[in-house]
């Protein structure tokens, strides 16, 4: 069973609009961490935001937040006011506290944003 | 910054020879590497998990005899793809855990196996 699911292979958004990337995640572990990595074309895996399990708030870094919801086992990445920089891969990520360090990927969606 | 360095970050090699890729970590010690592979405009799949000093611990599928992992000191891992053929070709790519909660990457390595 996929661990970590992004129903949104690809988007089009237009330059300066917000964009949420939906993400969610299964697992029994209590303790886990949720991630956001960004891939540009060139390959490179930059990391965006972290959320763990018992975090109460929603983590937030500059113009990316993420929307933890706990029950729902869902961590959507939102972007605010894009650029056309984002446009990039985007990936959702989990680590489970049992699972040996291992940090398990998502499918990824691609950003488009339109100028 | 903590800083993942892969090289080489393009190699081309004939089908049948064996290709080394390393992965150090600049200014941290990591006990623990991690080897993934991507497909064009797929994800990153974990390939096995190095440790050092001890043996690599492999994801199901994932041929041991085939890829090579070496993790002989803190701050160097190495993925040898052995005897390689043009479904080889991919992308791979390194990480390593800094302190509690931040992974980071190498720049990836693009195999291509003619």
């Known amino acids: 069973a996929q661990k970590i699911t992004q129903t949104q292979p690809g988007m089009f958004v237009q330059e300066k609009e917000a964009v949420t990337l939906d993400c969610t995640y299964d697992?029994?572990?209590?303790?886990?961490?949720l991630f956001w990595y960004k891939q540009p074309s060139s390959g490179e895996m930059i990391f965006l935001i972290y959320?763990?399990?018992?975090?109460?708030q929603n983590a937030t870094e500059g113009r990316y937040s993420l929307n933890f919801q706990k029950a729902r086992k869902s961590a959507n990445l939102v972007i605010s006011a894009s650029q056309l920089g984002d446009s990039a891969m985007y990936f959702c990520?989990?680590?489970?506290?049992?699972?040996?360090?291992?940090?398990?990927f998502g499918k990824g969606t691609r950003l488009h944003i339109l100028p | 910054g903590a800083v993942v360095s892969q090289h080489p970050s393009r190699v081309i090699c004939k089908s049948g020879t064996s290709v080394k890729i390393e992965c150090r970590s600049l200014?941290?010690?990591?006990?623990?590497m991690f080897w993934y592979r991507q497909f064009p405009k797929k994800s990153l799949m974990l390939m096995a998990t190095s440790n050092e000093g001890s043996k690599a611990t492999y994801e199901q599928g994932v041929e041991k005899d085939k890829f090579l992992i070496n993790h002989a000191s803190l701050t160097l891992s190495t993925l040898t793809v052995t005897s390689a053929h043009p479904e080889d070709s991919s992308f791979y790519i390194c990480?390593?855990?800094?302190?509690?909660?931040?992974?980071?990457f190498g720049e990836g390595s693009r195999l291509t196996v003619l």
């Open positions: 200014d941290f010690q990591a006990t623990t």
């Open positions: 990480s390593a855990w800094v302190g509690h909660g931040e992974l980071f």
């Open positions: 959320q763990g399990s018992y975090d109460q």
């Open positions: 697992t029994s572990d209590p303790s886990y961490g």
């Open positions: 990520a989990m680590r489970e506290a049992r699972g040996d360090d291992k940090i398990i």
